[in-house]
């Protein structure tokens, strides 16, 4: 547990508790999740990534910069590495899965996709 983490669960608790809202409100008070808002209030030691610093030292009215985010160039838009696996790999599925985006139809016999006219070629 750092010191800059259990610096900044502390102020977000006592500015909740002055406020008198919910985890929920800040969340959509700083644009952030209900869940990254919980880690931080919870001080697991992590520091926040840049854009949640930025947002933080926002609602809580310090400095920018006062709040030394994580030391990667990580937003809260980026993957993490093993996240990769999940995705298919596109050449094991159906012409008609790759070629159209729409994930609830299906693919039909002929190997269009089912709701879609069928190419006249």
């Known amino acids: 547990m750092s010191e800059e983490s259990e610096r900044l ?9 002055a406020e008198n809202i919910s985890v929920r409100e800040l969340a959509h ?23 949640a610093a930025r947002r933080f030292e926002e609602v809580l009215g ?8 994580a030391s990667r160039d ?7 590495p093993d996240s990769l696996e999940a995705v298919p790999d596109q ?3 159906p012409s008609c899965a790759v ?5 609830e ?11 879609a006219p069928a190419d006249p070629a």
Do not use: N, Y
């Open 29 to 51: 008070r700083t644009g952030l999740s209900q869940a990254t808002i919980r880690l931080h209030e919870s001080d697991r030691g992590q520091p926040p990534v840049p854009i």
């Open 91 to 93: 050449t094991q599925l």
């Open 99 to 103: 070629s159209h985006p729409r994930p």
């Open 62 to 69: 310090w400095m920018p910069g006062s709040i030394v985010p």
């Open 9 to 17: 669960a502390k102020a977000l608790i006592e500015f909740r508790e």
């Open 74 to 80: 990580l937003t809260d838009l980026e993957l993490p």
């Open 105 to 115: 139809r299906g693919c039909s016999s002929a190997g269009t996709a089912e709701g």
